[in-house]
């Protein structure tokens, strides 16, 4: 009985998660104003061939989807090693300025991004990166939220396993790569999704860095759909809704690691 | 698996970041052009239908200049305003040649950057004046000097259903007054159910604008001095009042809910600028013919009926590398009559040009609207048009103003809710306010 | 790159360590009797240094990327937080701006809002992802992953579609009020009353954050121990019980970390209130984060725009601090 319930309860609480995303999906699949009508139905339209085509022409979804799919795939990688390895340290070592330097992080992470983004477009315009894919990948490549995550997972991995590395002769870096990282599997993938998931649906910067149409992400495109009146709206939904098939396919791919990734097995 | 080959992976990426990085910085050199002297690369920002215009425009121009090329960016609207702000907060940087803004934001951009657009009249355009109508001149012009050249407007417009009317037993043509107009409105709603105009009652004001503007006054007086309190302010928003008290506005949720409204037909009038036409025939293509379209009720019998919401204009950044050739792509866009009859006939923008109106097109009935001739009706309005003062505190003065509309349906007295603002808006801008 | 560098520098260090001390011990045979005692030392002084050195190596990357990206932001904005704009010209304008603000009623007003749904929201939303996260963790459920997703989803949606989206289900007419009618509850009015604005933006932030720091508490409860539930339940514990007496203090660590994370999306919160309600009405949703946003784009004072980020800095920091001892956490 108790099991139904459950199952009730998580079916109500995923339909009212995946409805608003069904009800985008729908408003790709018809004409425009249809959104809007109230005879909108439930039922998938017949338009999506056609939005998607006016979307491409709009937008050009293949360069788009490129664009996307680059600076966030590498600054998922790139930002992953990096802040895992600060967050190694902090977590695993004990090293003048530890924490004052991670505090330094941390409080960085409270400025609202509004009060940055000048002086860093600024020194982007400086560098010379305006427009490329350097000023998109690079700036927050030390993201400290991923660096206080997996600092407050790796806190709990066992010291007594890295002396007993060290003790046996294992470099650092072995012991970081071949026994630490392993285990650490269900923090690193979410951590990476949530990487991913930041570079990807990253709007203000890219639009601000970014002035070619042939360098835009996802959301900038998108947004450049909405003129002052003549907004089309199906290709909006169609935009919306190919937008977030990348990353759903990521998460899919990286959740299967919340499986247990139980500690006992580093220890054997 | 993924694990093993970590650092292949890696490697591989940080590599192909570079090779990108490089590839990218040539490609971005060759765009600025800087090989030869000949060739000319401007970059414009503009949104939607807009960039269409110009790019069509371009290609007329370059039978003339074959040595100027044109980068039209599609870039949304207000994403326009957020990249021009941090540009040009950041030093004059990043920014394109040519820019497209809004009327109501000229003042408020070359007053926080004296420095950031050119001077369009030092480059001549004082003797275009006479071709643009009074109030798109002064909104185009800071302290008498030209900074952006006029592109399209917003004459004014109540855009109505003919059915509902119809059903209800209304003439549009019988309406001259808002009291005459509320009398039809209340048959309206009783006969169909449709109330008479949408509003996003809370959150925006553009029919407290529209009013504010045929009656010739507005935020602030021609000094720039607040005029919040003026009668004719605390007329329009009794007017308001009336209507909301007699239940005839519907509530609407920004953008979205006036286009929702005037899709599902549950509003029978739409106030709004000619540009309107474009979302009505996108959005709401199965009442194809249903629609006309009348003049603003005056306050008064005879009263002024012309009013404008909307419109915006070109400006050169001082930072662009190519004024000279921007200037003159430009002056050839505006000044133009066949290009601005383009821009109207295949995108819908409104021109300004006075020279544009004597034309086919604007003679023509259109059959979406049962073939009623709106752009005539819209041109003719023209050279009434009072203007607005917007000032470069217009975003602090429309804050205010909503927030006073909004207490006015709250309930609060008008008059009480005007001055309120008015005070409000002294203590944040330090203008000096009009007291009657 | 650096990585490759670093990596060859150490891997020298870890053959000559591998070798035992081979290396060292042909220096001693070239020497005298002296040597000895100094090949201990220098051995010793290697494995010490080396042990010194290698956590600033593993902080190296994201240290130095952080000095070149961000000290110079943070830096440029906090100087900017003393200046006005003269003329176009940013000119030291003192504590003025400060002073401004804290007389300033419209920040005051946004202050109240964003703390009225701060205490109101995140507690709200933590726990229920505190919850999902159990239960999608409960090796009984069958479809885990479709569930996962499901609810992870709001998190990734664009925020154009999510606005568009939201404001028309929550328009007078819209979709949730006819439900309403249908329920006979009757229609609320969502967006255009102070205390449902509020509401409206409570319940979407929380649809939408509640996956995202689901999958946190997820990934964090794979690293509790099933022996601990396995002892309780032989002991009679019930799964609430458990729940309380296990789940809870082991994920402790985590929910503090999501607990100051959240704080700090919704101190600086904007999106949300910006394309939703756009602070209306009258300013009754407007937040702080959306309040420095108007200040410096809209009005072009970014003087005192860059003072609003500062005091909201102070904000969060002072909110952390609280959070941080109230749980006791080491750091």
């Known amino acids: 009985m108790k099991k139904i319930g459950l199952y009730v309860t998580l079916t109500v609480g995923a339909l009212i998660s995946l409805f608003p995303f069904y009800w985008a999906f729908i408003g790709a699949t018809n004409e425009s104003g249809k959104l809007f009508s109230k005879q909108l139905s439930f039922t998938p339209g017949t338009k999506l061939i056609e939005n998607v085509i006016n979307l491409n022409e709009s937008i050009g979804i293949s360069r788009v989807m490129f664009n996307s799919l680059f600076v966030s795939l590498t600054y998922t990688c790139v930002s992953l090693l990096v802040c895992t390895m600060a967050a190694y340290a902090f977590a695993k070592f004990e090293f003048k300025g530890r924490d004052t330097i991670f505090a330094i992080f941390l409080l960085s992470m409270m400025i609202p991004y509004h009060a940055t983004v000048i002086p860093l477009f600024k020194m982007m315009a400086a560098f010379g990166w305006l427009n490329t894919y350097k000023a998109l990948i690079f700036p927050n490549l030390a993201y400290p939220f991923a660096i206080f995550l997996m600092r407050q997972n790796m806190l709990a991995f066992p010291n007594a396993l890295i002396e007993a590395a060290r003790i046996d002769g294992a470099g650092e870096w072995r012991i970081f790569f071949r026994i630490v990282l392993p285990s650490m599997k269900p923090a690193l993938a979410a951590t990476a999704i949530f990487l991913f998931m930041y570079q990807w649906n990253s709007f203000l910067w890219p639009l601000i860095a970014v002035s070619s149409t042939d360098m835009y992400t996802f959301p900038v495109a998108l947004s450049s759909l909405f003129g002052l009146s003549r907004i089309d709206y199906g290709q909006v939904m169609a935009g919306v809704t190919l937008a977030t098939v990348p990353i759903i396919i990521f998460f899919l791919a990286l959740q299967r690691h919340f499986i247990s990734g139980m500690l006992g097995s580093a220890v054997k | 698996m993924f694990r093993r080959y970590w650092k292949g992976i890696l490697l591989m990426m940080m590599s192909v970041l570079v090779l990108a990085a490089c590839s990218d910085k040539q490609s971005s050199a060759d765009n600025k052009g800087e090989q030869s002297d000949e060739k000319v690369v401007l970059t414009a920002w503009a949104w939607n239908v807009n960039v269409g215009a110009l790019n069509e425009a371009m290609k007329e121009f370059q039978k003339d200049h074959p040595n100027i090329e044109l980068k039209v960016e599609d870039i949304g609207r207000l994403d326009v305003y957020d990249k021009l702000s941090t540009g040009l907060a950041a030093g004059g940087t990043g920014l394109p040649d040519i820019v497209l803004v809004e009327d109501d934001r000229i003042h408020g951009y070359v007053n926080a950057f004296p420095k950031g657009f050119v001077n369009l009249s030092e480059k001549g355009f004082d003797q275009y004046a006479s071709v643009f109508p009074q109030f798109k001149k002064d909104l185009t012009s800071v302290d008498g000097k030209f900074y952006a050249m006029p592109f399209d407007a917003g004459p004014t417009g109540m855009f109505y259903r003919t059915d509902l009317f119809e059903q209800a037993g209304v003439k549009a043509e019988e309406i001259e007054t808002w009291d005459d107009f509320l009398t039809a409105a209340k048959k309206i709603k009783e006969a169909t159910g449709s109330f008479a105009m949408p509003l996003d009652k809370f959150k925006d004001d553009p029919i407290f604008r529209m009013m504010l503007n045929q009656l010739g006054v507005y935020y602030f007086d021609k000094d720039g001095k607040i005029d919040l309190t003026n009668p004719k302010a605390i007329q329009a928003m009794d007017m308001l009042k009336k209507f909301d008290d007699a239940g005839l506005i519907k509530d609407v949720d920004g953008w979205n809910g006036v286009v929702s409204a005037t899709v599902d037909g549950s509003v029978a009038t739409i106030p709004f600028g000619a540009w309107y036409y474009g979302t009505i025939v996108d959005q709401a293509k199965d009442t194809n013919g249903k629609w006309g379209v009348f003049l603003l009720p005056a306050f008064e019998k005879g009263g002024n009926r012309a009013a404008n919401l909307g419109g915006s204009s070109w400006m050169i950044p001082a930072s662009s590398k190519h004024v000279d050739e921007a200037y003159k792509f430009l002056e050839f866009f505006s000044t133009t009559k066949d290009i601005q009859l383009m821009a109207m006939e295949k995108y819908g923008l409104f021109p300004s040009l006075s020279s544009a109106y004597d034309s086919d097109l604007f003679n023509n009935g259109v059959p979406f609207f049962g073939g009623q001739k709106i752009w005539e009706l819209f041109a003719n309005e023209m050279k009434d048009i009072p203007t607005a003062y917007y000032t470069n505190d217009y975003a602090i003065a429309l804050d205010e103003a909503i927030k006073a509309q909004a207490d006015v349906f709250n309930g609060k007295e008008p008059k009480k809710a005007l001055e309120e603002a008015a005070k409000r808006l002294k203590d944040r801008t330090k203008r000096e306010m009009n007291t009657y | ?331």
């Open chain 3, 1 to 331: 790159m650096r990585d490759l560098v670093l990596r060859l520098n150490l891997s020298f260090y870890l053959n000559a360590n591998k070798k035992g001390r081979g290396r060292l011990r042909t220096k001693t045979v070239e020497t005298n009797s002296v040597t000895t005692k100094v090949e201990g030392r220098t051995e010793m002084k290697k494995h010490v240094w080396k042990k010194k050195i290698v956590p600033y190596i593993f902080i190296a990357p994201s240290v130095i990327l952080f000095s070149i990206f961000m000290l110079y932001p943070i830096g440029y904005s906090f100087v900017m937080s003393f200046q006005t704009s003269v003329g176009g010209e940013m000119t030291f304008n003192g504590l003025e701006n400060y002073k401004r603000l804290f007389n300033d009623a419209i920040f005051l007003k946004a202050l109240k809002n964003t703390f009225i749904i701060l205490i109101i929201q995140v507690p709200l939303m933590l726990f229920l992802a505190l919850i999902l996260a159990v239960l999608l963790h409960s090796s009984l459920l069958k479809w885990k992953a479709a569930f996962r997703v499901s609810f992870f989803l709001p998190a990734v949606t664009s925020l154009v579609a999510y606005s568009i989206i939201f404001s028309i289900m929550l328009m007078n007419d819209g979709l949730i009020n006819q439900l309403l009618e249908w329920l006979g509850i009757g229609a609320i009015p969502w967006l255009s009353h102070p205390f449902w604005a509020k509401a409206s933006l409570i319940l979407a932030m929380t649809w939408r954050w509640v996956g995202y720091n689901m999958v946190i508490y997820l990934a964090a409860l794979q690293n509790i121990s099933e022996d601990l539930y396995e002892a309780a339940s032989i002991d009679g514990a019930s799964k609430v019980r458990q729940f309380f007496s296990i789940t809870i203090p082991q994920l402790k660590p985590v929910i503090l970390f999501t607990a100051i994370l959240s704080t700090i999306g919704t101190l600086q919160l904007f999106d949300e209130p910006y394309t939703l309600t756009k602070g209306g009405p009258s300013d009754e949703t407007l937040t702080i984060g959306m309040y420095l946003y108007q200040t410096g784009f809209r009005y072009f004072d970014f003087g005192y725009a860059s003072t609003i980020a500062y005091v909201i800095v102070v904000l969060i920091a002072i909110l952390s601090f609280i959070q941080f001892k109230v749980s006791g956490d080491e750091r």
